[in-house]
């Protein structure tokens, strides 16, 4: 499936609020004062910066955007189930990310 198609699907799901968030990610955000407003912002202008159709537990991506206040996010969430999973969200920040959306090479 087409990336831009994906995105249009996630932004729907997340607009009319039908999302699940995992434990994992309700950890990660609260770990790294992240709320549902932001996540939501920064899916509403994101891109998907790496697609895993064929991931183990189901296709999923990972997603940058931005928040109200220009912080950046990362969400990884589900691709093609009815309701919208959020399995974590986090700041990239180094030593793992060069910038938001470079990864540093292992």
Do not use: F
Not at 13 to 21: C, N, P, S
């Amino acid at each position: 499936m087409d990336v831009d198609v994906i995105l249009a699907r996630i932004r729907v799901q997340a607009a009319e609020r039908a999302i699940r968030i995992t434990d994992h990610a309700r950890e990660e955000m609260e770990e790294e004062s992240i709320t549902l407003a932001e996540v939501l912002v920064a899916i509403a202008n994101g891109q998907i910066i790496e697609n895993y159709p064929d991931h183990k537990r189901g296709s999923c991506c990972l997603l940058y955007g931005l928040t109200a206040r220009k912080r950046p996010l990362h969400v990884v969430c589900t691709t093609s189930l009815p309701q919208l999973v959020i399995i974590t969200a986090y700041v990239p920040v180094p030593p793992k990310w060069i910038g938001p959306t470079e990864r540093r090479a292992i």
